[in-house]
């Protein structure tokens, strides 16, 4: 046959797929559509050839993802021409880029309409076709009759009649009274006597469609579907070209059975007879054969037939017929009839009676568990958790179990879901329940959810028999070497509860509990942390006599994190360390936690909601979502020169601590205005004790004292303590209020501030909900940072807000948070930072979201406000380059250094970007960096720093700074100083707040006095004060060469290269 | 109901797409590179089936066939047998074989109109219209007839450089 073709279009596809890149391809397509566009404006000497080949072109960039969004009106008028290539052009691009609502298409319906009932064939066939893919209502009621007759015109030709079935099949979906009952049921009972396999192809699929809705109405057809399959398997009476490798039209004896399973029942017997006669033959009648397309037909005949036997409810005989044709299946070397006898075994499960077949092929489905195809993986996993009962639950959990450690990552959540559901549903007794779950903690920790361990405690809570036998596992657990936070969590609680009743057992006194579960607090996050100490208060309290060594050790622990930078810590700390200096006086507080209440599991009830759901949550609704959030981000960065976005009021709850703005940077910033009671804070903090699960463990562990006056005192007290610390970490993060009970961050915020100055991207708050992650590029004074809001649950997280509070001397551009974050999605959000001037004041992110959970309790399902406030700071000076040049020049010697080799203190002001220039100082104890510092005051701006270390004492260093302003050297120097003095890598809260600096005054010296100092006179003679700027330049071997730069070169030297920077 | 037919290639670009509920373009090009993100990490010798709840919505189904360096791929309810849609992919292609004679990637790319024509003669709405290629043969080539008859068309050639360069 020749190929027919148009060359423009040819021409221009090869044009596009000649473009090297994107960028090159849109270009040519703008060009094609300027092109496509003049040349439809002049419609003059546009011959139909040439429309049609304007026409495909806008097909193809339509298809390569380009908006084609002209011509509608051109490709809508087109239809009423009277020449068969112009009305082909029009119909085409009209049901290819119009959708039904279009408001051009209403005036196209009556030329369509004549066309339909017109006598020219290939304009019916053109019409229909058109009506077919994106007709809606108004053709459905203006159209309908007129296809009806179509569909039933013994003048007419099949091609156009089994269009017209479809076509009344699309009308009839748009409105289904288009179809009157009465009248066109006898008329589809005879069009399913046609002869032409296609027309009848065409008109079985509307019969399924109009039986689906209203199966009475169409008895009369019913016998005439077990015919057309008597026709097509049992006489083969088909014409050669309908037979399909071999098989009698498949698709139309699917269909003809997809329509049989639209009734409820057969009660004809004769009819029912013919039929299971027809389905015997099938069922055994297939055989699998090396033809992959024989094959796969035979196949889909008997796949559905086996649908129809389900259906049916056929004699028993049959239906163990079919469990043993599907456990053949699942063994054959074909996947696509694995994957499908899995899920047509899992569809079984629902018909009475043959759970006990399918049983028998456990151990197959087992081993599909590890199928190289995932579809297939996923169809057995489904296949276990539907055929899991009492019976079987220990092996197949087990299985599961097994298999976790090896599932893809993908899988993995999943299958920890559902091995705990299962071991719940279906545990023959709780001590093995138990077992399950610490083992699923063991293996998949990671993927475990908090329901899973919280419903584990509730269970050992309520059942004192299964007490003893849970904590002697968890201690067992606690052996292990390295074991998942999670198993840390819960070994902990289920200890601190329990641990006494073991205190005989060898390996279990309260002492040897304690250190074993001690041993581990190094390791956890901030959120476990809380749970460790509770655990000690119980042990401590149940230690009778007491131990006055293990009180001295957990004491001296609670003291520890009294100063804690974490509030819940912090409280807790505090408040245990008051409790258990009481005594006996108060034992009841600490005493054992009362019984759950029972509740359906909230594991079960999330299971079923999210089967429910499923429907809902679906992945194109939360796509949608995702992309909505996107693109706000997205329209936001372009208004970036606008205000702010307006942030809604977040009532009481943005209270946010703002640190001290000192504009003037000759004062001394530090300890002012940041200790703001905590205890003003926690009352703002509306937090009711929550009815969830987290409420029912950690609430009452945390012993909630009456509120107000009672608490109060401590609280201040505890402020009084963290006044210093939050001082001095103050400028750095400031918490702001306490976090709500239930929102814990993950790791220690201060921490990850620090690491952050010290890199460019990174973590910077973490909690069990939410991570928010930063990115930062600098070019001179501007930064571009984006931040990288990512909900961790399967829930979306609502009412985002964010708020970034600049210093004084940052202007800073937040593009709008979008409100909801979708599940396990990730929303970035830009912020565009412009340094105006030196200081170390820090900006502050306000961050707060509203996580709506549906659990626990029957009676209410409380929705819970949690709030994390984060204080967010950039320190601009750690992401600047610094450089400097001598009139103003600070000098101080810092005491409380945290020692540090020089080598490492080299590496850290590197990693500030303060090169090191090795080689400028003789002495080797030593060191002398230099730096760039751009803002929009100072511009570029060098600075120079030279620390001298006294080698015998590394705790103290004298540190020079000099640069051309002098609050940048001001800046600069108490910022080094920050660093010096709490060392980014300390652990919060040591025993005793980092000691302040004691700081020499600072003063400015003079230039003259300046001079006698070596460090000085190494600058002065390095860059003298009338001249401009330093600057630094890698060479390409990597040395450091410094220019002056008026022109003339002061000095240039080579340095070894021991101490390359960054290399 | 069939919701949509692509043709990729194995490059994830796409050589026909045709959608039976409106989508906007962003949307139709984001379910094209979603489903191609799946489709190239799959093995060789696994079933013809993808799990694509999670990118066209719950109870869609995805059946593909790759021939050479195209993927085909439908996208169906449940309310279409899974192996009956796979013959049907079968039937496209042997029907664009007979057209084409070999048919290979190039003749698809160069002939995207008559590739669109043959998938009207196949799939009408989301149903299937026609199952014989036969059949369908015989329409395409009507619609040719007519066509010729008002336009002179030249023979497009695989090899476009042949006569590009005239």
Redesign the interface.
Same mark, same amino acid.
């Given at each position: 046959m020749a190929l027919s073709g148009m060359r423009g279009l040819s021409v221009f596809i090869s044009d596009i797929r000649n473009c090297p890149n994107k960028d090159q391809e849109r270009l040519r397509v703008d060009k094609e559509l300027g092109n496509i566009r003049t040349r439809f404006k002049n419609e003059k000497g546009l011959t139909p050839y040439e429309k049609k080949k304007y026409v495909w072109k806008m097909l193809y960039i339509y298809m390569l993802g380009y908006d084609v969004d002209f011509g509608h009106m051109e490709a809508v008028s087109l239809i009423s021409a009277p020449k068969y290539p112009e009305k082909q052009v029009g119909y085409i691009v009209t049901s290819s880029l119009l959708n039904e609502n279009h408001d051009f298409l209403r005036l196209a319906i009556n030329t369509v309409r004549n066309d339909i009932i017109g006598r020219n064939e290939t304009f019916q066939c053109l019409a229909l076709t058109m009506v077919g893919n994106i007709g809606g209502r108004e053709f459905a009621e203006s159209l309908a009759a007129d296809v009806q007759k179509l569909l039933i015109s013994s003048s007419c030709r099949p091609l156009v009649r089994k269009k017209a079935a479809l076509c009344l099949l699309r009308l009839y979906r748009k409105n289904p009274d288009v179809v009157n009952i009465d009248g066109w049921v006898d008329r589809m009972a005879q069009l399913l006597d046609e002869r032409d396999i296609g027309v009848l192809t065409s008109s079985m699929s509307l019969l399924v469609a109009l039986v689906s809705n209203n199966h009475e109405a169409y008895w009369s057809c019913l016998p005439k579907c077990v015919k057309v399959l008597e026709r097509l398997a049992r006489n083969q009476d088909i014409p050669q070209e309908y037979t399909y490798y071999g098989i009698p039209s498949p698709w139309l004896q699917v269909k003809a059975m997809r329509a049989l399973q639209y009734f409820p029942t057969i009660e004809d017997p004769n009819c029912r007879r013919s039929l299971f006669e027809v389905l015997q033959r099938i069922l055994m009648g297939t055989d699998v054969v090396k033809n992959v397309n024989k094959n796969n037909a035979a196949h889909a005949v008997l796949f559905e037939a086996l649908a129809l036997v389900m259906h049916l409810d056929a004699e028993k005989e049959m239906m163990s017929q079919c469990v043993a044709l599907l456990g053949k299946f699942i063994a054959v070397r074909e996947p696509n009839i694995r994957y499908l006898g899995l899920e047509n075994m899992t569809r079984m499960l629902m018909v009475t009676d043959v759970q006990d077949s399918i049983k028998r092929h456990q151990a197959q489905i087992i081993t599909s568990l590890k199928d190289p195809d995932i579809s297939i993986r996923r169809r057995a996993l489904d296949l276990l958790y539907g055929m899991c009962d009492i019976s079987n639950a220990k092996d197949i959990v087990e299985e599961l179990l097994q298999y976790l450690s090896t599932a893809d990552f993908a899988m993995r959540e999943e299958l920890s879901l559902k091995a705990a559901i299962l071991a719940e549903k279906f545990a023959p007794d709780l001590s093995w329940y138990v077992d399950v779950i610490l083992q699923l903690i063991d293996k998949a920790g990671d993927f475990v959810s908090d329901d899973i361990w919280f419903r584990v405690v509730q269970f050992v809570t309520n059942n004192e028999d299964l007490q003893p036998y849970a904590a002697a596992k968890a201690r067992e657990y606690l052996d292990k070497p390295a074991i998942h936070e999670t198993m840390v969590k819960v070994s902990a609680y289920l200890l601190g509860e329990f641990s006494h009743l073991l205190a005989r057992r060898p390996g279990c006194s309260p002492k040897e509990i304690f250190i074993i579960i001690h041993e581990k607090l190094p390791t956890v996050s901030t959120s476990t942390i809380p749970i460790l100490l509770s655990t000690y208060a119980k042990i401590l309290m149940h230690t009778q006599p007491p131990d006055p060594e293990l009180q001295n050790q957990i004491w001296a622990i609670f003291n520890k994190y009294e100063s804690c930078i974490d509030a819940e810590i912090q409280q807790r700390a505090v408040e245990y360390f008051a409790l258990s200096r009481k005594g006996a006086a108060v034992m009841d507080i600490l005493a054992e936690m009362p019984k759950f209440p029972e509740r359906q599991s909230a594991l079960i009830k999330k299971a079923e909601v999210a089967e429910v759901d499923s429907a809902d949550q679906s992945a194109i609704k939360l796509r949608a979502q995702q992309q909505t959030s996107n693109a706000l981000v997205v329209t936001d960065q372009h208004s970036a020169n606008g205000p702010p976005p307006t942030v809604p009021a977040v009532g009481p709850l943005t209270l946010v601590k703002v640190p001290s703005t000192s504009g003037n940077a000759e004062h001394t910033s530090e300890g002012q205005a940041l200790t703001q009671p905590n205890g003003t804070l926690t009352k703002i903090d509306p937090q009711t004790p929550s009815e969830d699960l987290l409420g029912d463990l950690l609430g009452p562990l945390a012993i909630e004292g009456p509120p107000g006056a009672a608490v109060q005192p401590q609280q201040n007290a505890v402020s009084e303590v963290g006044g210093v610390p939050s001082a001095v970490d103050g400028a750095a993060i400031v918490p702001v209020g306490e976090y709500s009970n239930s929102v814990q961050p993950i790791g220690n915020i201060n921490e990850r501030f620090y690491a952050l100055c010290l890199k460019d991207s990174g973590v910077l708050y973490e909690d069990p909900y939410i991570q928010i992650g930063i990115k930062a590029e600098w070019r001179a004074q501007h930064g571009h940072l984006v931040l990288f809001l990512g909900n961790k649950n399967t829930s979306p997280l609502d009412s985002v807000q964010a708020l970034v509070l600049p210093p004084a001397h940052l202007k800073m551009e937040l593009s709008l948070v979008p409100e909801t974050i979708p599940p396990r999605a990730q929303v970035q959000c830009p912020l565009e930072v412009l340094n105006l001037r030196p200081s170390r004041d820090v900006a502050v992110l306000d961050f707060s979201y509203k996580f709506g959970e549906c659990e626990a309790s029957p009676s209410s399902s409380s929705e819970q406000i949690s709030s994390a406030y984060i204080s967010v700071c950039r320190r601009v000076l750690s992401s600047m380059e610094i450089s400097f040049r001598p009139p103003l020049k600070l000098q101080e010697v810092v005491r409380g250094v945290r020692p540090l080799p020089l080598a490492e203190m080299a590496n850290l002001f590197n990693s500030f970007r303060l090169m090191i220039c090795p080689g400028l100082d003789p002495n080797p104890n030593n060191l002398v960096a230099s730096t760039t510092f751009y803002s929009e005051s100072t511009r570029a701006m060098l600075c120079l720093i030279r620390i001298e270390t006294d080698p015998a004492d590394r705790t103290q260093l004298r540190m020079t700074v000099a640069s051309g302003d002098p609050m940048l050297t001001f800046e600069l120097k108490e910022f080094m100083k920050e660093q010096l003095v709490s060392i980014p890598t300390a652990p919060h809260g040591p025993t005793a707040p980092p000691t302040p600096p004691v700081a020499q005054v600072a003063q400015p010296t003079s230039p003259v006095k300046a001079l006698t100092d070596p460090g000085a006179m190494l600058a002065a003679e390095w860059s003298f004060e009338d001249f401009g700027l330093v600057t630094r330049k890698k060479s390409v071997n990597g040395s450091f060469l410094v220019l002056v730069m008026d022109g003339q070169s002061l000095a240039s030297f080579r340095p070894n290269n021991k101490a390359e920077p960054n290399k | 109901m069939i919701k949509a037919v692509m043709v990729i290639n194995t490059q994830g670009k796409?050589r026909?797409?045709k959608f039976?509920d409106?989508l906007t373009?962003?949307k139709?090009?984001?379910l094209i590179r979603s489903v191609f993100g799946v489709l190239c990490s799959? #093995?060789e010798?696994?079933?013809?089936?993808?799990?694509a709840?999670?990118?066209?919505?719950?109870?869609s189904r995805l059946v593909y066939k790759h021939y050479a360096t195209l993927y085909f791929v439908f996208v169906f309810d449940t309310?279409e047998?899974?192996?009956?849609v796979?013959?049907?992919i079968?039937?496209f292609v042997e029907t664009l074989d007979?057209?084409?004679r070999n048919v290979c990637e190039l003749d698809i790319?160069?002939?995207?109109?008559?590739l669109?024509t043959i998938l009207?003669e196949i799939v009408?709405?989301g149903?299937?219209?026609?199952?014989?290629?036969?059949?369908i043969?015989k #329409?395409v +080539?009507?619609?040719?007839k007519? +066509?010729?008859s008002?336009?002179?068309?030249?023979?497009?050639p695989k090899t476009?450089s042949g006569?590009?360069n005239r």
């Amino acid at each position: 046959m020749a190929l027919s073709g148009m060359r423009g279009l040819s021409v221009f596809i090869s044009d596009i797929r000649n473009c090297p890149n994107k960028d090159q391809e849109r270009l040519r397509v703008d060009k094609e559509l300027g092109n496509i566009r003049t040349r439809f404006k002049n419609e003059k000497g546009l011959t139909p050839y040439e429309k049609k080949k304007y026409v495909w072109k806008m097909l193809y960039i339509y298809m390569l993802g380009y908006d084609v969004d002209f011509g509608h009106m051109e490709a809508v008028s087109l239809i009423s021409a009277p020449k068969y290539p112009e009305k082909q052009v029009g119909y085409i691009v009209t049901s290819s880029l119009l959708n039904e609502n279009h408001d051009f298409l209403r005036l196209a319906i009556n030329t369509v309409r004549n066309d339909i009932i017109g006598r020219n064939e290939t304009f019916q066939c053109l019409a229909l076709t058109m009506v077919g893919n994106i007709g809606g209502r108004e053709f459905a009621e203006s159209l309908a009759a007129d296809v009806q007759k179509l569909l039933i015109s013994s003048s007419c030709r099949p091609l156009v009649r089994k269009k017209a079935a479809l076509c009344l099949l699309r009308l009839y979906r748009k409105n289904p009274d288009v179809v009157n009952i009465d009248g066109w049921v006898d008329r589809m009972a005879q069009l399913l006597d046609e002869r032409d396999i296609g027309v009848l192809t065409s008109s079985m699929s509307l019969l399924v469609a109009l039986v689906s809705n209203n199966h009475e109405a169409y008895w009369s057809c019913l016998p005439k579907c077990v015919k057309v399959l008597e026709r097509l398997a049992r006489n083969q009476d088909i014409p050669q070209e309908y037979t399909y490798y071999g098989i009698p039209s498949p698709w139309l004896q699917v269909k003809a059975m997809r329509a049989l399973q639209y009734f409820p029942t057969i009660e004809d017997p004769n009819c029912r007879r013919s039929l299971f006669e027809v389905l015997q033959r099938i069922l055994m009648g297939t055989d699998v054969v090396k033809n992959v397309n024989k094959n796969n037909a035979a196949h889909a005949v008997l796949f559905e037939a086996l649908a129809l036997v389900m259906h049916l409810d056929a004699e028993k005989e049959m239906m163990s017929q079919c469990v043993a044709l599907l456990g053949k299946f699942i063994a054959v070397r074909e996947p696509n009839i694995r994957y499908l006898g899995l899920e047509n075994m899992t569809r079984m499960l629902m018909v009475t009676d043959v759970q006990d077949s399918i049983k028998r092929h456990q151990a197959q489905i087992i081993t599909s568990l590890k199928d190289p195809d995932i579809s297939i993986r996923r169809r057995a996993l489904d296949l276990l958790y539907g055929m899991c009962d009492i019976s079987n639950a220990k092996d197949i959990v087990e299985e599961l179990l097994q298999y976790l450690s090896t599932a893809d990552f993908a899988m993995r959540e999943e299958l920890s879901l559902k091995a705990a559901i299962l071991a719940e549903k279906f545990a023959p007794d709780l001590s093995w329940y138990v077992d399950v779950i610490l083992q699923l903690i063991d293996k998949a920790g990671d993927f475990v959810s908090d329901d899973i361990w919280f419903r584990v405690v509730q269970f050992v809570t309520n059942n004192e028999d299964l007490q003893p036998y849970a904590a002697a596992k968890a201690r067992e657990y606690l052996d292990k070497p390295a074991i998942h936070e999670t198993m840390v969590k819960v070994s902990a609680y289920l200890l601190g509860e329990f641990s006494h009743l073991l205190a005989r057992r060898p390996g279990c006194s309260p002492k040897e509990i304690f250190i074993i579960i001690h041993e581990k607090l190094p390791t956890v996050s901030t959120s476990t942390i809380p749970i460790l100490l509770s655990t000690y208060a119980k042990i401590l309290m149940h230690t009778q006599p007491p131990d006055p060594e293990l009180q001295n050790q957990i004491w001296a622990i609670f003291n520890k994190y009294e100063s804690c930078i974490d509030a819940e810590i912090q409280q807790r700390a505090v408040e245990y360390f008051a409790l258990s200096r009481k005594g006996a006086a108060v034992m009841d507080i600490l005493a054992e936690m009362p019984k759950f209440p029972e509740r359906q599991s909230a594991l079960i009830k999330k299971a079923e909601v999210a089967e429910v759901d499923s429907a809902d949550q679906s992945a194109i609704k939360l796509r949608a979502q995702q992309q909505t959030s996107n693109a706000l981000v997205v329209t936001d960065q372009h208004s970036a020169n606008g205000p702010p976005p307006t942030v809604p009021a977040v009532g009481p709850l943005t209270l946010v601590k703002v640190p001290s703005t000192s504009g003037n940077a000759e004062h001394t910033s530090e300890g002012q205005a940041l200790t703001q009671p905590n205890g003003t804070l926690t009352k703002i903090d509306p937090q009711t004790p929550s009815e969830d699960l987290l409420g029912d463990l950690l609430g009452p562990l945390a012993i909630e004292g009456p509120p107000g006056a009672a608490v109060q005192p401590q609280q201040n007290a505890v402020s009084e303590v963290g006044g210093v610390p939050s001082a001095v970490d103050g400028a750095a993060i400031v918490p702001v209020g306490e976090y709500s009970n239930s929102v814990q961050p993950i790791g220690n915020i201060n921490e990850r501030f620090y690491a952050l100055c010290l890199k460019d991207s990174g973590v910077l708050y973490e909690d069990p909900y939410i991570q928010i992650g930063i990115k930062a590029e600098w070019r001179a004074q501007h930064g571009h940072l984006v931040l990288f809001l990512g909900n961790k649950n399967t829930s979306p997280l609502d009412s985002v807000q964010a708020l970034v509070l600049p210093p004084a001397h940052l202007k800073m551009e937040l593009s709008l948070v979008p409100e909801t974050i979708p599940p396990r999605a990730q929303v970035q959000c830009p912020l565009e930072v412009l340094n105006l001037r030196p200081s170390r004041d820090v900006a502050v992110l306000d961050f707060s979201y509203k996580f709506g959970e549906c659990e626990a309790s029957p009676s209410s399902s409380s929705e819970q406000i949690s709030s994390a406030y984060i204080s967010v700071c950039r320190r601009v000076l750690s992401s600047m380059e610094i450089s400097f040049r001598p009139p103003l020049k600070l000098q101080e010697v810092v005491r409380g250094v945290r020692p540090l080799p020089l080598a490492e203190m080299a590496n850290l002001f590197n990693s500030f970007r303060l090169m090191i220039c090795p080689g400028l100082d003789p002495n080797p104890n030593n060191l002398v960096a230099s730096t760039t510092f751009y803002s929009e005051s100072t511009r570029a701006m060098l600075c120079l720093i030279r620390i001298e270390t006294d080698p015998a004492d590394r705790t103290q260093l004298r540190m020079t700074v000099a640069s051309g302003d002098p609050m940048l050297t001001f800046e600069l120097k108490e910022f080094m100083k920050e660093q010096l003095v709490s060392i980014p890598t300390a652990p919060h809260g040591p025993t005793a707040p980092p000691t302040p600096p004691v700081a020499q005054v600072a003063q400015p010296t003079s230039p003259v006095k300046a001079l006698t100092d070596p460090g000085a006179m190494l600058a002065a003679e390095w860059s003298f004060e009338d001249f401009g700027l330093v600057t630094r330049k890698k060479s390409v071997n990597g040395s450091f060469l410094v220019l002056v730069m008026d022109g003339q070169s002061l000095a240039s030297f080579r340095p070894n290269n021991k101490a390359e920077p960054n290399k | 109901m069939i919701k949509a037919v692509m043709v990729i290639n194995t490059q994830g670009k796409p050589r026909l797409a045709k959608f039976y509920d409106f989508l906007t373009v962003d949307k139709q090009q984001e379910l094209i590179r979603s489903v191609f993100g799946v489709l190239c990490s799959r #093995a060789e010798n696994v079933s013809n089936f993808m799990e694509a709840d999670s990118i066209f919505g719950p109870d869609s189904r995805l059946v593909y066939k790759h021939y050479a360096t195209l993927y085909f791929v439908f996208v169906f309810d449940t309310c279409e047998n899974e192996l009956a849609v796979l013959d049907l992919i079968q039937v496209f292609v042997e029907t664009l074989d007979k057209c084409f004679r070999n048919v290979c990637e190039l003749d698809i790319v160069f002939n995207y109109s008559k590739l669109h024509t043959i998938l009207d003669e196949i799939v009408f709405g989301g149903q299937v219209l026609e199952t014989s290629s036969a059949e369908i043969m015989k #329409a395409v +080539e009507e619609i040719s007839k007519l +066509e010729a008859s008002s336009n002179s068309i030249t023979l497009v050639p695989k090899t476009v450089s042949g006569w590009r360069n005239r």
